[in-house]
């Protein structure tokens, strides 16, 4: 028979291993150009998220029923249905749903929106290290692993 640990020590190293977890966010990305969406995927997942990509509204909306994401990228040009209104579809599914629009009309990185639906504004063509460091601003706490 050994020694078992006493509660406070078991709590101790419970919460170390919960604080030293790695985390994770769920992005939800729309893109319709294949290239682009795959290398957002890379990108996104490398940094430790776990990534859907869709290439349309209606694929989107389909995914966010069944996959509740915390970030959404959506492109503004998009088969079917425009970014705006695919924005606005999502949010009104996750109202707490953080939504990068990507476009070429927009001018810079914007975190000030001139919808509701979008919280954010993100040029295209961008470099990825502007998108990680919108990501960063936004300050999107990441949930748990599993």
């Known amino acids: 028979m050994g020694i078992e640990p006493s509660p406070d020590i078991l709590e101790s190293a419970a919460k170390s291993i919960a604080e030293n977890r790695p985390r994770h966010r769920s992005v939800l990305i729309v893109e319709s150009d294949p290239d682009l969406q795959w290398h957002l995927a890379r990108v996104l997942t490398v940094d430790g998220n776990r ?19 915390d970030l959404a990228l959506v492109a503004a040009k998009l088969p079917g249905m425009n970014g705006l209104e695919v924005a606005k579809r999502l949010r009104a599914h996750h109202p707490n749903l953080v939504v990068i629009l990507m476009g070429e009309e927009v001018v810079a990185p914007v975190r000030k929106p001139q919808s509701p639906h979008i919280t954010a504004y993100l040029p295209k063509p961008f470099r990825f290290d502007a998108l990680r460091a919108l990501i960063e601003s936004l300050q999107l706490t990441p949930a748990p692993a599993e």
């Open 51 to 69: 990534v859907v990509g869709t290439s349309s509204g209606d694929g989107a909306l389909t995914v966010i029923s069944e996959w509740p994401a």
